[in-house]
């Protein structure tokens, strides 16, 4: 009989890892709830309809299809089987998909539910995303993302505040963050200056590659698109734009002056750029980067990439401005915006650059030790006090050596055990042991909860 095993690109997650990544979410979910965001979940499937078309030609590929349940081939001509026409045969034998995000499943919420939502709307959601990608460090087929978006709202406010919470987020992690910066109308007054105002999303695309094959690779492909040595140059000579924020987006002024897009995507960077400089962040610093393009379709103004540092990872968050993506299924005119914190590359990050805290380590702070039924008893009370004081503990389930018992403590990291044996009974005390550091204290039951909850 053959080992079981699972898909690649996923993984089984063990307690340990777990607890970890939970602290992870807690984190981001208790920050997204101090800036007024509402949770919200939706299905794992969705019509796939609502996916397709969202994110280019590119991510269509990347689609999870999920097979029609009973007789699925009916629907599927002799003659598109025999010339294995496999657009035709996936269209009708798959109607549903798994979510490749969780921004268009929200703009899909936002039309079936738009009459009971108040407006502007602010939503979180923590949910896994699937895509059919090449597993490899740091990338995964099955990984969460943890997004907060804003719904019908056009104030640039919501940019700013997005950029305090991956601010505020990343810092009680202690993961030291660059938050990249661009805006979609400088990437189309770009384009216009090269002469290619109808081909931008291509430029986009090729750009977008940037950090994964490098310059001279992002004009390889360029060339290999059609596009000719003058656009390519255009495109080049803005990729290589230096200096700080303000140096850049005077360089970007002279360049698209005559572009009003352009013009337009500029004057939104320096208002979210001015408020930030006004705030300041607590340890993330904010970088405008002319080649971030994130090739998404539906981003329409500010879009955002968030790197660590001091480690070789992609980047750990993302985000931008859709004005219309409502509007593919029937509701105009809502413009929303919102980032998306990758928590499986942040663990990554965290576990690499070993900033876990201690607590995230452990779920329970004591072990109570079972010496037999008398004591056990006790213990059964005293567990129940530590408890209802909002202390995670539990009991050994049976009679069993001290050594077995503290060895079940070291393996769970649990930093406290509890002794009640027939001195504690008849002193009505507890022995406390410190499993670090050996040290061992005789408590009453108020007094171990008190240094316990310290």
Known sequence: MSQPSIPKGTRDFSPEVMIRRNYIFDVIRSVFQRYGYLPLETPSMEQVETLTGKYGDEGDKLIFRVLDSGDYLKGVSDEALQTRHLPVITKTIAEKALRYDLTVPFARFVVMHQHALAFPFKRYQIQPVWRADRPQKGRYREFYQCDADVVGSDSLINEVELIQIFDDALTQLKVPAIIKINNRKILMG????????????????????????????????????????????????????KGDNREQLASLRQVLAANETGMKGIEEIEFVLDKIDALP????????????????????GAIFEVKAEGVQMGSICGGGRYDDLTGIFGLKGVSGVGISFGADRIYDVMNELNLFPDHAKQSTRVLFANFGPQEEQQCLQLVRQVRQAGINAEIYPESAKMKKQFKYADDKHIPYVAIVGEEELSSQTISLKHMQSGEQFKLTIHELIARIQD
């Open 190 to 241: 770009i384009a216009a200056s090269a002469g290619i105002a109808d081909r931008m999303m291509e430029m986009t695309i090729a750009i977008d590659k940037l950090d994964k094959i490098g310059e001279e690779g992002v004009m390889k492909e360029l060339t290999e698109r059609g596009f000719s040595a003058d656009a390519i140059g255009v495109i080049q000579s803005m990729l290589g734009l």
């Open 281 to 300: 962040l607590a340890s993330a610093k904010v970088e405008l980067d002319i080649t971030l393009a994130r090739g998404l379709n539906y981003y329409t």
